[in-house]
């Protein structure tokens, strides 16, 4: 599209690939993390609290970096993907936003903002006083230039425009007003090409973390179903992915292609991240989720909520992982509704997803 | 005017941040434009006369210190440092180039900063130190060992070298840029300024150096009287996050000495319980010059104004947080000249050295016969030294870049 792109990530591991592939790219400036943080936070504000904004010092230096860097760099648009501050800085420095996200960062627009478990009684007294909270945090780093910014926190993430790269089925806080569903994108790292051998048993396939807690449990689970299994494991060793593959089970040390996996799948089981399940979506696979975080959990309540999916809550008990996963291959509903899924979503074109957001954001830029 | 970058990458001190203020003041008032990229930007609001400097994040390895045994040497500490395998390194590296494309410095004032002295070497940008020394180890093969309490295994320390070269030379190898064949090359700079005096150098094996004396700036801050009451004057530069913070507050609450405090965003109960009207508590750094002239002890964690203060022959008690800190107190105790009290002593051992240090004379002789071997050294001369020859160094003629391709 003609346009100049400059890249700042929080993680140095990810700038050398962003280099090689023509990127100017920058490291974002750095909340200090508190040494101790809450493991439950009850709504958007308390996640930012947690993150680094009840430091004020902290928010101004990086609000301040922000600001040199878009000296530096004079954009025409913004796009954050889960960056706050960056958003407060644009916002102050009166730069177009937009967000790109899988809908977990952007917050539900409200006052206040919502508990992010939905199903559990809060008291807005509380949700009101952590949105006072980083309200006043941000004012006070912002300085002078406070009288810039809005008198509610959730407009502090408002944007020119909210992209989510992502059904509104598994939109944690969807489906949602005021946002865009562009649908998931291509993996931007491809895969290893594993088909499927046996034509007559189930087809199980898994994406899964190796430091998972209950990695060893599940795979020694997955090892006796009757069933094709195939894992993807990221990060397991190879020698280890050897000692756990069976004649039923090839265990592969990282990624593989989804697009000729989920062909003939009969159940994907992940940790519900964003990418394996829109697949699986997509493709009508029933699914088995074992989110190990706050964002995976809510997205698992969304799936499961189509009818197609079961959750283990990773702060319950773990099931009978031989047993759960067999009901979700025999008991015909979940086919069902993952059917419905497929008639929804069959026909995405994961491949244009990246270029219709491109599109949306020289829009933006150019207005 | 030129384009002056400091780098600050590594190491948890304000008194890196306010070091490099201080000099980047008096550049700024030469006309030249600064920009500062540090590691913590938390730091940057105690500086509020940094409004006219650029201020960027330094690239800093996010799983910085995890994994890594207790460090030697500095090999040791970049390996902790994302100098464990070359895609981190890569990765840093690649911001620290893309920064100094974009900004284009003329002159790179590196505090600890070893990565954006490699960056900088590679883009043949004009680079110097300006550290207590801890950083800045002598360029021998391997690099040496800091740590004297301890045996250090040779072999150990040629590993460790070993290691952190093969690191910086795969991360070199991903942009087409030619090995070292020691980690000394990647401290070599125009200029090193050894912001300390032998007796209290991190290395006292170093070979032959030029010195230029502590980095201290005590003419900023609020202004502060020593209390017109009885007692000894002791001035206080701690952090809450001290292990004896309360141990020390109670104690000099229940003293009957002076007190002028700054302990940053002190927890208003602690404030109260230290503040009267013998004990000042500042909220704000303290502008330190005119109370040290009459001061009788400094208690500190080791930094930048522990040796800056002992050149106006005060007295010091050290709280050492890290090793560094805790290096500079050892050799403050050599001297004579203080004490320290490390985290882990029993918090009888506090009462009794502030007792100690605010009492017994032998401390302030021997601080005062240390500062009178330096009669040529104020801040401001240093300054003013340091100032001259970064003109001299930003008058030589630019380097090529080593890498093929800037973006």
Known sequence: ?367 | MARIAFAWEMGGELGHAMACNSLALAMRARGHHVAFIFRELHSLTHLPVIAAHDVFQAPVSISEGEGQPLPSSLADILLGCGYDRPQHLAGMLAAWFAIFDRWKPDLVVTDFSPTALLAARVMGLRRVTFSNGFSVPPRLTPLPAFRFDQGVNPEKLAQSEARALATVNGALARFGVAPLRALAQQLETDEDFLATFPELDSYPNRPAAGYWGPRVSFDAGADVKWPAAGGRRIAVYVKQSMRHIDTLIDALAASPHRVAAFIPDLDPARAAKLRSPARIVSERAIKLGPLLRDCDLLVSHGGNICPGALMSGVPQLVFPTQYEQFLTAHRIATLGAGAWVGPEAPVADVVAALDRLANDPSFKRAAQAYAARYPGYSPAEQQRRILNRLDEIIAKPARPSALPSAK
Not at chain 1, 52 to 75: E, I, N
Not at chain 1, 180 to 206: K, M
Not at chain 1, 310 to 321: G, L
């Open chain 1, 1 to 367: 599209m003609g346009h100049e792109v400059t890249m700042a990530f929080r993680d140095s591991a990810f700038i050398e690939s962003s280099r090689a592939e023509g990127f100017e790219t920058f490291i974002a400036p750095l909340l200090k993390l508190q040494r101790e943080m809450n493991p439950s936070p009850l709504n958007f504000s308390d996640v930012l609290l947690n993150l680094g904004f009840k430091d004020t010092r902290g928010v101004a230096g990086a609000l301040r970096a922000w600001q040199s860097l878009f000296d530096l760099l004079k954009p025409d648009v913004l796009v954050a993907e889960y960056a706050p501050t960056a958003l407060i800085a644009a916002l102050l420095a009166r730069i177009r936003r937009v967000t790109v996200s899988a809908g977990f960062s952007v917050p539900i627009f409200s006052d206040p903002m919502p508990d992010l478990r939905r199903w559990q009684p809060s008291d807005p007294n509380i949700l009101r006083a952590l949105d006072d909270r980083l309200l006043a945090t941000v004012r006070h780093a912002a300085g002078a230039r406070a009288q810039l910014l809005p008198d509610r926190a959730h407009a502090l993430f408002h944007a020119n425009a909210h992209l989510l790269c992502t059904f509104p089925e598994i939109d944690p806080f969807g489906p949602r007003e005021g946002v865009e569903y562009l649908g998931p994108p291509a993996d931007s790292v491809g895969g290893a090409d594993i088909p499927w051998l046996n034509e007559t048993a189930p087809h199980v396939f898994a994406y899964l973390k190796p430091r998972a807690a209950r990695f060893d449990a599940v795979m020694a689970a997955l090892a006796t179903l009757d069933a094709e299994v195939i894992v993807a494991a990221p990060g397991l060793t190879a020698d280890r992915a050897t000692a756990l593959s069976t004649p039923s089970m090839r265990v592969v040390p990282g990624a593989v292609n989804l697009d000729l996996v989920m062909q003939g799948a009969s159940l994907c089981v992940s940790h519900a991240g964003a990418g394996v399940p829109a697949r699986a979506m997509a493709a009508g696979v029933p699914m088995a989720l074992l989110p190990l975080q706050l964002d995976q959990f809510l997205m698992a309540i969304r799936i499961e909520q189509t009818g197609a999916a079961v959750i283990s809550n990773p702060e319950q008990p773990a099931p009978d992982f031989r047993a759960w996963f067999t009901d979700v291959l025999t008991e015909p509903r979940f086919r069902e509704a993952a059917k419905r899924l497929r008639e929804s979503h069959g026909t995405h074109d994961f491949g244009k997803a990246a270029t219709r957001t491109a599109a949306r954001i020289a829009e933006v830029a150019q207005r």
